[in-house]
Each structure stands twice: as C-alpha cells, then as structure tokens.
Antibody, heavy 120, light 106 residues
Framework: EVQLVESGGGLVKPGGSLRLSCAAS????????MNWVRQAPGKGLEWVSS????????YYADSVKGRFTISRDNAKNSLYLQMNSLRAEDTAVYYC?????????????WGQGTLVTVSS | EIVMTQSPATLSVSPGERATLSCRAS??????LAWYQQKPGQAPRLLIY???TRATGIPARFSGSGSGTEFTLTISSLQSEDFAVYYC????????FGQGTKLEIK
C-alpha cells in the first residue's frame, strides 16, 4: 500500500525556518517524481515545488522561489522541503504528492499533510 | 501561468440527481487535466486524469470530458459520500489548480 506521511510542521515566527519531511513507503520511491502542494486555511490548493526521481530537475512556484528548497534522499525514501524566510502567507497545510506514471502524470497519491503556522 | 477557472463556486444538488462541474483553462492544456475530490480534514483524492480516465477504484458514476480549454466533471447519481469540494488541475505547463467547486446537499 502506497503511504506518504508528512512531518515537521509547527508554529514559527515570521522570518524563521522550518524543514518538512515526507516519508514514503509501499512503492519504489526512487522511480517517481514528487511534489509539495499547500493549502492555506479555508482556501484552495497551490502547487509549491517539484523534484524529479533523481533530483535532476527541480522547480518552484514563483511565490516560494529563493526561499524554499526541495530535496530528496532515495536511500531513505524521503522527500524534504526546507522553508526559510517564512511569511504569514506561507501558513498552510503542506502535502507531499506523488506524480503517477500510470495516471498520465497527475498526482495519484497524497499524504495527509502537515500544518505550518507562521505567526508572531 | 495558466489560470484555471471553475464554475460554479457552489453547487446544490439533491442525492440521486446529476451534478455537472465545469473547469476552464486560460490557454489550451490539451488533455492534461485532472479532477480531485477533497473532503473536510482530508487530503485530495485523484478522481480523473487525462481529462476522462477514471483513477483506480473510482466509481463509474464519475466521468470527465473535454479537451483544450473546456472541461466537465459529471457525477451521474449523487451519493451521500460525494458531497465535497472538487478541484481541477492542469499539468500541461507546470501545475495549477482551479479554485474549487463545493458540492453541497440541496
């Protein structure tokens, strides 16, 4: 069974940093591109960042470029998001999501999310 | 950036009836369009990919259609568990989501 479990969320002050993790199991993690998607309270979904299976290709939304860094450790079946210079508008539930090869590259599995709150 | 616009924002339908949700892209996304269902406190779930292909385990009452800039998600006979928020997503040029349609019980 495919499982994605996020961790690392919490309360942080504006300008602070946080590192999110996503532990993957039930599939060959090293074969799949992965993403971070966030959802502000009561709002819709916003794609944040993508990383290819071997980390060769990395992309960011303009809203986080220069502040967030996506990475992965295929030996540990883990995905990460280092978030620096956090702002109030970064407050959201952060989901990791797998890019499905059999689903025409839509996001076929999602974790349950971890809440990041940026507030003084 | 490709902008995805969903309509209506809220749709009120009675159980057993048909629901039709729309999604429009600001430029062509070919058939690189997915639909997701999200219930309160849960992660999104993939329903439809490639504009019209049901994901694994999705009931046949869910169907998707369209290509280019106009897309539709149809739920043929609403069940109680179908009342949720639905998002479309284009993955032709990076990824963008629509703002969502809340499907509520009439």
């Amino acid at each position: 069974e495919v499982q994605l479990v996020e961790s690392g969320g919490g309360l942080v002050k504006p300008g602070g940093s946080l590192r999110l993790s996503c532990a993957a199991s039930g599939f060959t993690f090293s074969s799949y591109s992965m993403n971070w998607v966030r959802q502000a309270p009561g709002k819709g979904l916003e794609w944040v960042s993508s990383i290819s299976s071997s980390s060769s290709y990395i992309y960011y939304a303009d809203s986080v470029k220069g502040r967030f860094t996506i990475s992965r450790d295929n030996a540990k079946n883990s995905l990460y998001l280092q978030m620096n210079s956090l702002r109030a508008e970064d407050t959201a539930v952060y989901y990791c999501a797998r890019v499905g090869v059999d689903s025409n590259y839509a996001f076929d599995y999602w974790g349950q999310g971890t809440l990041v709150t940026v507030s003084s | 950036e490709i902008v995805m616009t969903q309509s209506p924002a809220t749709l009120s339908v009675s159980p057993g009836e048909r629901a039709t949700l729309s999604c429009r892209a600001s430029q062509s996304v070919s058939s690189n369009l997915a639909w997701y269902q999200q219930k309160p406190g849960q992660a999104p779930r993939l329903l439809i990919y490639g504009a019209s292909t049901r994901a694994t385990g999705i009931p046949a009452r869910f169907s998707g259609s369209g290509s280019g800039t106009e897309f539709t998600l149809t739920i043929s006979s609403l069940q109680s568990e179908d009342f949720a928020v639905y998002y479309c997503q284009q993955y032709n040029n990076w990824y963008t989501f629509g703002q969502g349609t809340k499907l509520e019980i009439k």
